[in-house]
């Protein structure tokens, strides 16, 4: 397989995002039918757009040929010239993106009969009105605007008493604030197989932590590989009841190949070590679970992003400030040892060991920088900071001169990040907290209380 030129799909496409981003509730709760490859395509492409366009008043537009350039549907002639997509072969895409449309949508069983059919359920859709002129070549989208949820939940974990409505979920004034995913969408459209697409959608979602990949067998046919639908699922006796299993290894192969055959263009590979591992029951697949090294090369801000000032649009990095917080907080730590009172919790005292990173330094705050990029929370990035000085300086004192970005930040930090909920589970009982059940961190010192 070629390898995809990232770069050069960037300086093509700069009219439109090239990342797709949107809230993780969104596949968790709305999916799409098994539609084909265009459709798909187009259909997620959509989403990247919507937090640019949409105002939550008057429908976006978008024409047939921004549809097919957001879709990636060129025709390569002899010559080796490209042309998008056109007259009839762009009018059967638009039919069958119209399906997609208005079947990406969130159904909830909340009764079933006997048999197992459903008794009581709801469905939403992502789009309120879908409107297709044939004449104009242009489709006007309306997102919902029903509720999904009474109240929302910050980034991390707080609620807020505010409804949660279906365009949240894509429109955001601050993406660091929610929990999300994101994605390539030139790699997404360069990967041939449909399949090979909503894997590497799901595992973007663990992209920093591949943990957490690991789903039942049935959930993962139904609603990632979308190669199994049941007789109880079927609303309509025409409906389709189609149960694809028996080629769930060969579907799998090829993803784990195309996916692994992703490059940037240096040369890179994107995603390294992927594979997938099948826990059982007894003889019987239970679940299925994804492995792979965490990546990001695959996103823009991987590609060129300034951390300092860009002296032709004189704007910085989204992320500069955050990454400077945290390697403050480096330098807070550096200052003080820890130790146990009589009570058994973790108090801080003057230490000797003062190394003070310089705040400008890009070498420092180029691993920090590169996770709030990739969608990591400021907040996680200060949790597993201070766990490792902790461990280190109280734990294991002969570790501390490993205490800096470049090795807290860099290949163990998944690792770091997995621990970090026993580390504090097994030091409940040692730290002091405020008022929340959350892990407290100010940005004076965790212990900076009467």
Do not use: C
Not at 51 to 63: A, C, I, L, M, W
Not at 196 to 217: A, H, L, V, W
């Amino acid at each position: 397989m070629q390898s995809f030129n990232l770069l050069s799909e960037l300086e093509n496409e700069e009219k439109f995002r090239n990342d797709v981003k949107y809230s993780r509730q969104l596949p968790e709760m709305f999916s799409t039918e098994d539609i084909n490859a265009a459709s798909e395509n187009i259909t997620f492409a959509i989403l990247g757009e919507l937090r640019d366009r949409y105002n939550g008043k008057e429908p976006v537009t978008f024409s047939y040929q921004e549809l097919a350039e957001l879709g990636g549907l060129w025709v390569t002639r002899k010559n080796g010239t490209k042309n998008l997509y056109n007259g009839k072969r762009l009018q059967k895409i638009m039919y069958e993106l119209n399906d997609a449309l208005k079947n990406f949508s969130y159904y909830q069983v909340r009764e079933t009969n006997e048999d197992g059919t459903p008794k009581s359920w709801k469905t939403i859709n992502i789009f309120s009105i879908i409107d297709f002129d044939g004449t104009k070549k242009e489709v006007k989208l309306t997102l919902s605007d029903a509720v999904i949820n009474p109240h929302q939940v910050d980034a991390k974990g707080n609620i807020i008493d505010k409804p949660l409505h279906v365009y949240d979920l894509i429109n955001s004034k601050d993406w660091r604030t929610v929990k999300h995913l994101q994605y390539s969408r030139g790699i997404n459209n360069s990967l041939p197989s449909k399949y090979s697409k909503r894997i590497y959608r799901f595992i973007s979602e663990f992209r920093g932590f591949p943990k957490g990949t690991k789903m039942r067998i049935d959930d993962f046919d139904k609603k990632i590989l979308k190669i199994l639908k049941t007789e109880e699922e079927v609303f309509s006796k025409t409906a389709e009841v189609f149960d694809l299993r028996k080629n769930r290894k060969k579907y799998l192969e090829t993803a784990v190949k195309e996916i692994s055959d992703l490059k940037t263009t240096t040369g890179e590979q994107i995603v390294k070590n992927l594979d997938y591992i099948y826990h059982m029951s007894g003889r019987r697949i239970q679940s299925i679970e994804f492995t792979f090294n965490p990546f990001s090369a695959d996103l823009t801000n991987n590609n060129g992003i300034s951390l300092t000032k860009r002296t032709s649009s004189g704007k910085t990095s989204p992320f500069i400030d955050d990454a400077k917080k945290v390697l403050g907080y480096f330098n807070y730590l550096s200052k003080i040892n820890f130790e146990l009172d009589k009570n058994g919790v973790i108090r801080h005292q003057p230490n000797y060991y003062n190394i003070q990173f310089d705040m400008d330094d890009i070498h420092l705050l180029q691993p920090i920088h590169k996770l709030l990029e990739s969608g990591i929370m400021l907040n996680e990035l200060l949790q597993v900071a201070e766990m490792k000085a902790i461990d280190w300086k109280l734990y294991s004192p002969q570790m501390i001169n490993n205490f800096r970005p470049s090795i807290v930040f860099g290949n163990k930090f998944s690792e770091y990040r997995a621990f970090l909920m026993t580390f504090k589970a097994q030091n409940i009982d040692k730290l002091l907290y405020d008022s929340s059940a959350d892990f407290y961190i100010p940005f004076d010192g965790p212990w900076n209380k009467s």
